[in-house]
């Protein structure tokens, strides 16, 4: 192993505008990580996975405008979900709601209903399991011991995508975890339009934000204990 890749400690950060990464730190991926960059360039010659990236890229760059004082911004993230989709070709969609959102899901149906796309969405609790059967016990259920509550199954939602023959998923609100394992078993790619926060409003960037503040908490160190 060579030296630690922390581009996120990068004081340079050249690699947006430099072509050979020489004038990165000593730990640039630019190059010290040729090999994996050179080989991972043979799959962006794949033709879907080259044409997915290039209208990614092509989203990218129409979410800017050129005006008299400067590039501006211009699309709330809702609306590049349905402008890639619609550069993509997609015609079927599928939601993969948390239930604490259902509101949140059905005006995004709406919106992308509007602009023509067929949708398809599933909710967290579809299956109605109860949360025992994955060895939550009665204490670690948020309604109380006695309560049924069904477990979140971010798989089934895959599943019923899956089957439901979606072309391009998109994430509202699943737990962190849950939206881990939807990612896993998607057979489309997927986009997140809400990742969950339920302190910041589903806008967890808040809590990076005002870690040097008010949640100056977050900055604490503690020993690391994964029990
Ligand atoms: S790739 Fe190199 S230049 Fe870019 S952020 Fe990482 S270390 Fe810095």
Not at 50 to 70: D, H, K, T, V
Not at 210 to 222: F, H, V
Request: charged residues 25%; aromatic residues 8%.
């Amino acid at each position: 192993m060579g030296e630690k890749i922390e581009c996120a400690k990068c004081t340079k950060i050249v690699c947006g505008t430099s072509r050979t990464g020489n004038q990165g730190p000593s730990n640039c991926p630019t190059g010290i990580k040729r090999d994996v960059i050179q080989r991972v360039l043979l799959e962006y010659d794949k033709p879907e996975v080259r044409e997915f990236a290039r209208q990614a890229s092509i989203q990218e760059f129409e979410c800017y405008i050129n005006l008299p004082e400067g590039w501006t911004p211009r699309n709330p993230r809702v609306e590049e979900v349905a402008q890639f989709a619609k550069k993509m070709g997609y015609k079927k969609l599928g939601i993969a709601f948390c239930g604490g959102l259902p509101d949140e899901a059905r005006t995004l149906t709406t919106i992308l209903e509007n602009r023509g796309f067929e949708v398809v969405s599933v909710c967290c609790k579809a299956g109605a399991i109860d949360k025992e059967r994955i060895g939550i016990t009665k204490e670690q259920k948020i309604g109380g011991p006695g309560s049924f509550e069904s477990m979140c199954n971010p798989i089934t939602q895959a599943e019923i995508l899956n089957s439901e023959g979606t072309e391009f998923n998109i994430l509202v609100g699943l737990c962190v975890g849950h939206d881990s394992l939807f990612f896993k078993y998607s057979h489309a790619l997927c986009t997140a339009l809400i990742v969950k926060d339920r302190v910041f409003g589903h806008n967890p960037v808040a809590g990076l934000y005002l870690s040097g503040t008010y949640y100056r908490k977050l900055m604490r160190k503690e020993p690391f204990d994964s029990s």
